[in-house]
């Protein structure tokens, strides 16, 4: 593997939005990884959300978009991995950095 390169997203970042960067930085053979904020937001927010079809049909559109933003850089030779984190992002962070993997 050439490299690796983390993408921490707080909680109103796209995907979408990083990936044109990341063609541009991401060499084939490279490691991306992309942070991605999982929000708790308590037990009522997550039965509405979990019991609606509404809901789960938006978490499919939302899953779906990601994995087809992200097939450009796979295209290329790119391995892609999404983590969830919960909490401080600076503590994730700095669990990566200490790990050896670039910001």
């Avoid at 939005?17 to 037990?43: N, W």
């Avoid at 979990?50 to 290329?76: C, H, I, M, Y």
């Avoid at 030779?77 to 670039?102: C, E, M, N, P, W």
Wanted: a positive charge; glycine letters at 6%; proline letters at 4%.
């Amino acid at each position: 593997m050439t490299g690796q390169i983390l993408v921490p997203l707080r909680r109103d970042d796209r995907i979408e939005d990083v990936v044109p960067y990341l063609e541009q930085i991401a060499r084939p053979g490279c490691k991306v990884t992309l942070l991605i904020h999982y929000s708790v937001q308590g037990l009522d927010w997550f039965q509405v959300k979990s019991t609606t079809s509404v809901g789960k049909e938006q978490k499919l559109v939302a899953d779906e978009n990601t994995f087809l933003a992200l097939e450009p850089l796979r295209q290329r030779g790119v391995t892609v991995a999404l983590d969830i984190y919960a909490g401080s992002l600076r503590k994730v962070v700095k669990q990566y950095t200490f790990r050896g993997i670039s910001i």
